[in-house]
Nanobody, 128 residues
Protein backbone atom coordinates (compact mmCIF):
# COMPACT_ATOMS: atom_id res chain seq x y z
CA UNK A 1 0.00 0.00 0.00
CA UNK A 2 1.53 3.26 -1.16
CA UNK A 3 0.88 6.16 1.15
CA UNK A 4 2.01 9.78 1.18
CA UNK A 5 1.41 11.93 4.23
CA UNK A 6 2.03 15.66 4.16
CA UNK A 7 2.64 17.71 7.27
CA UNK A 8 3.98 21.09 8.27
CA UNK A 9 1.26 23.38 7.02
CA UNK A 10 -0.22 26.15 9.09
CA UNK A 11 -0.81 29.86 9.41
CA UNK A 12 2.14 32.19 8.86
CA UNK A 13 2.61 35.89 8.29
CA UNK A 14 3.82 37.29 4.97
CA UNK A 15 7.58 36.99 4.75
CA UNK A 16 7.62 33.97 7.02
CA UNK A 17 8.77 30.43 6.36
CA UNK A 18 7.40 26.92 6.55
CA UNK A 19 8.85 23.52 5.77
CA UNK A 20 6.44 20.94 4.45
CA UNK A 21 7.22 17.25 4.80
CA UNK A 22 5.97 14.32 2.77
CA UNK A 23 6.55 10.92 4.33
CA UNK A 24 6.32 8.13 1.77
CA UNK A 25 5.68 4.46 2.46
CA UNK A 26 5.13 1.47 0.20
CA UNK A 27 7.76 2.52 -2.35
CA UNK A 28 11.40 3.49 -2.19
CA UNK A 29 11.46 7.17 -3.03
CA UNK A 30 14.95 6.98 -4.55
CA UNK A 31 13.52 5.37 -7.68
CA UNK A 32 10.61 7.74 -8.24
CA UNK A 33 9.86 11.28 -9.21
CA UNK A 34 8.42 13.49 -6.49
CA UNK A 35 6.27 16.54 -7.13
CA UNK A 36 4.67 19.28 -5.08
CA UNK A 37 1.37 20.79 -6.15
CA UNK A 38 -0.99 23.36 -4.71
CA UNK A 39 -4.61 24.29 -5.13
CA UNK A 40 -5.98 27.67 -4.12
CA UNK A 41 -9.71 28.24 -3.61
CA UNK A 42 -11.49 28.44 -6.95
CA UNK A 43 -8.42 27.40 -8.92
CA UNK A 44 -7.08 24.20 -10.38
CA UNK A 45 -4.25 22.15 -8.98
CA UNK A 46 -0.93 23.47 -10.23
CA UNK A 47 2.51 21.94 -10.12
CA UNK A 48 5.09 24.08 -8.37
CA UNK A 49 8.16 21.88 -8.03
CA UNK A 50 9.47 18.41 -8.78
CA UNK A 51 12.63 16.37 -8.63
CA UNK A 52 13.75 13.07 -10.09
CA UNK A 53 15.23 10.34 -7.96
CA UNK A 54 17.15 8.85 -10.89
CA UNK A 55 18.21 11.85 -13.01
CA UNK A 56 19.58 15.34 -12.32
CA UNK A 57 16.27 17.07 -12.98
CA UNK A 58 14.73 19.66 -10.69
CA UNK A 59 11.96 22.04 -11.66
CA UNK A 60 10.43 25.12 -10.02
CA UNK A 61 7.46 27.03 -11.30
CA UNK A 62 8.28 30.70 -11.90
CA UNK A 63 6.12 31.98 -9.06
CA UNK A 64 8.10 30.03 -6.44
CA UNK A 65 11.56 29.89 -7.98
CA UNK A 66 14.12 31.41 -5.64
CA UNK A 67 11.80 31.13 -2.63
CA UNK A 68 10.99 27.41 -2.40
CA UNK A 69 13.43 24.50 -2.28
CA UNK A 70 12.66 20.82 -2.79
CA UNK A 71 14.85 18.20 -1.15
CA UNK A 72 14.96 14.56 -0.09
CA UNK A 73 16.12 12.67 2.94
CA UNK A 74 16.80 9.28 1.40
CA UNK A 75 17.26 7.53 4.73
CA UNK A 76 13.85 8.69 5.96
CA UNK A 77 12.12 8.20 2.59
CA UNK A 78 10.81 11.73 3.00
CA UNK A 79 10.72 14.78 0.78
CA UNK A 80 10.53 18.38 1.89
CA UNK A 81 9.46 21.71 0.52
CA UNK A 82 11.19 24.60 2.24
CA UNK A 83 9.10 27.72 1.69
CA UNK A 84 10.67 31.09 2.42
CA UNK A 85 9.50 34.66 1.86
CA UNK A 86 5.91 33.52 1.82
CA UNK A 87 3.27 35.68 0.20
CA UNK A 88 -0.51 35.77 0.63
CA UNK A 89 -0.85 34.35 -2.88
CA UNK A 90 0.93 31.20 -1.67
CA UNK A 91 -2.18 30.35 0.35
CA UNK A 92 -3.41 26.96 -0.84
CA UNK A 93 -3.69 23.31 -0.02
CA UNK A 94 -0.34 21.71 -0.80
CA UNK A 95 -0.04 18.14 -2.08
CA UNK A 96 2.87 15.84 -2.69
CA UNK A 97 2.73 13.13 -5.33
CA UNK A 98 4.94 10.51 -6.99
CA UNK A 99 5.47 9.50 -10.60
CA UNK A 100 7.44 6.69 -12.20
CA UNK A 101 11.05 7.36 -13.10
CA UNK A 102 11.23 9.22 -16.40
CA UNK A 103 7.79 10.76 -16.02
CA UNK A 104 6.23 13.80 -14.46
CA UNK A 105 9.28 16.03 -14.03
CA UNK A 106 11.20 17.73 -16.79
CA UNK A 107 13.65 20.60 -17.07
CA UNK A 108 10.93 23.08 -17.97
CA UNK A 109 7.67 21.53 -16.84
CA UNK A 110 5.80 19.37 -14.38
CA UNK A 111 3.00 17.20 -15.79
CA UNK A 112 0.23 16.62 -13.27
CA UNK A 113 -1.48 13.79 -15.14
CA UNK A 114 1.65 11.64 -14.99
CA UNK A 115 1.61 11.39 -11.19
CA UNK A 116 0.16 8.22 -9.72
CA UNK A 117 0.01 8.53 -5.94
CA UNK A 118 -1.10 11.55 -3.97
CA UNK A 119 -1.12 12.70 -0.40
CA UNK A 120 -4.14 14.14 1.35
CA UNK A 121 -2.89 17.72 1.33
CA UNK A 122 -1.92 20.20 4.00
CA UNK A 123 -3.27 23.72 4.33
CA UNK A 124 -0.91 26.67 4.11
CA UNK A 125 -2.35 30.07 4.93
CA UNK A 126 -0.27 33.23 4.60
CA UNK A 127 -1.97 36.19 6.21
CA UNK A 128 -1.27 39.11 8.50
Amino acid sequence: QVQLVESGGGLVQPGGSLRLSCAVSGITLDYYVIGWFRQAPGKGREGISCASGTAPITYYEDSVKGRFTISRDHGKNTVYLQMDSLKPEDTAVYFCATADAGYGCYDHSIRRNEYDYWGQGTQVTVSS
